[in-house]
Structure formats: structure tokens, C-alpha cells
Antibody, heavy 116, light 110 residues
Framework: DVQVVESGGGLVQPGGSLRLSCAASGFTFTSHWMTWVRQAPGKGLEWVANIKQDGSEKYYVDSVRGRFTISRDNAKNSLFLQMNSLRAEDTAVYYC?????????WGQGTLVTVSS | QSALTQPPSASGSPGQSVTISCTGTSSDVGGYNYVSWYQQHPGKAPKLMIYDVIKRPSGVPDRFSGSKSGNTASLTVSGLQAEDEADYYCSSYTGSNNVVFGGGTKLTVL
């Protein structure tokens, strides 16, 4: 079965950093773009970033560009999101998602809380 | 990267049909046939219901259908069932490998 499992969320102070990880299994990781989507408490979905199969292309929503870095380790079937200079408005559940036709497999998410 | 526009709420009785709209621009919804719809129950991860405007992933009931006209995409749920009560989000490709979501629509089955 296809699975994506996020980890690394937690409480961090404004200005701090956090690195999210996503472990993928049950499919050929190297065949798919991968995406991070976030959802602030009680709010809608927001696309954050995506990365090409070989990591050669990366794209970001304007609000995180320059602060967040998406990356992947194809040898370990893993996706990452390095988040720096965190702000209160980055507080959200972060989902790791496989791109195929649409965003077709979602993890259960990991909660990031930015607060002093 | 402005969000797509969805009505905040929609409702229907069991067995009825309901349509949720998703309005964008010629730079997103109107410019590409890459509109998707997602269903999200409380406390759960979103689930892909429609992709490429009209296609249904395996396992999604054919009661769910998608369409598009100009800059507006629509999701229609026919034969409403209690388990269809959820939040629904549309999304569209915007070019440059970016994606934008709608604000979400809470569907209530009366």
C-alpha cells in the first residue's frame, strides 16, 4: 500500500527553525513529484512547495520562498522541508503529498506551532 | 497567487444533487485542464476526488463528477449521502509548477 508518513513537527519560537521529514513507501518514489501542503488551524489548504523527481526543480509559494527549502533523498525514499525564520503565521499541519494525477496520496500531517 | 473562490457553504437533502463552484482566472482554472477536488472530513487528511477537471480516481463513487466552463470549475455530488458531509477544496495548476487552492466549501447533508 502507498504510504507517506510525516514527522518532525513541534513547538518552535518565532525566528526558529524546524526540519520536517516524510517517509514514503509502497510506490516508486523516484517516479513522482512530491509536494508539501499546509493547513492552519481551522483554515483551508495552502500549497507550500513541490520538487521534481530528481530534485532538479523546486517551486515555492511566495510566502515561504527564501525561508523554506524542499529537498529529497531518493536513496531513502524521503522528502524534507527545512523551515527557517519561522513566523506565527507558519503555524499549521503540514502534509506530505504524492503528485501523480492530482495530489493523490496524503499523509496524516505533522503539526508545527510557532509561538513564544 | 490568489486563492480560488468557493462558496463557504452548500447543502442538500439525502438523494439530492449539489454543485460547488470554484472560480479562478485565465491564469489558473481557465488556462489549464488541471483542476482537482479534495474531500476532507474533520480531523482527517484530504482525499482526492476529481483530477484533470473530470477524472475520478479508482474507488471514488461515480456520484462525484467534475466540469469546467471558462474560469469556473464545478463539483457535482449526486444522490447525496450522509457520509458526503465534509469540506471540499478545489485546486488548480497556475503555471510555473505552482498550485493554488480554493478557500473550501462546507457541505452539509440536511
Amino acid at each position: 500500500d502507498v504510504q507517506v508518513v510525516e514527522s518532525g513537527g513541534g513547538l518552535v519560537q518565532p525566528g526558529g527553525s524546524l526540519r520536517l521529514s516524510c517517509a514514503a513507501s509502497g510506490f516508486t518514489f523516484t517516479s513522482h513529484w512530491m509536494t508539501w501542503v499546509r493547513q492552519a488551524p481551522g483554515k483551508g489548504l495552502e500549497w507550500v512547495a513541490n520538487i521534481k523527481q530528481d530534485g532538479s526543480e523546486k517551486y515555492y509559494v511566495d510566502s515561504v520562498r527564501g525561508r523554506f527549502t524542499i529537498s529529497r533523498d531518493n536513496a531513502k525514499n524521503s522528502l524534507f522541508l527545512q523551515m527557517n525564520s519561522l513566523r506565527a503565521e507558519d503555524t499549521a499541519v503540514y502534509y506530505c503529498v504524492r503528485n501523480r494525477a492530482g495530489l493523490d496520496y496524503w499523509g496524516q500531517g505533522t503539526l508545527v506551532t510557532v509561538s513564544s | 497567487q490568489s486563492a480560488l473562490t468557493q462558496p463557504p457553504s452548500a447543502s442538500g437533502s439525502p438523494g439530492q444533487s449539489v454543485t460547488i463552484s470554484c472560480t479562478g482566472t485565465s491564469s489558473d482554472v481557465g488556462g489549464y485542464n488541471y483542476v482537482s477536488w479534495y474531500q476532507q472530513h474533520p480531523g482527517k487528511a484530504p482525499k482526492l476526488m476529481i483530477y484533470d477537471v473530470i477524472k475520478r480516481p479508482s474507488g471514488v463513487p461515480d456520484r462525484f463528477s467534475g466540469s469546467k466552463s471558462g474560469n469556473t470549475a464545478s463539483l457535482t455530488v449526486s444522490g447525496l449521502q450522509a457520509e458526503d458531509e465534509a469540506d471540499y477544496y478545489c485546486s488548480s495548476y497556475t503555471g510555473s509548477n505552482n498550485v493554488v487552492f480554493g478557500g473550501g466549501t462546507k457541505l452539509t447533508v440536511l
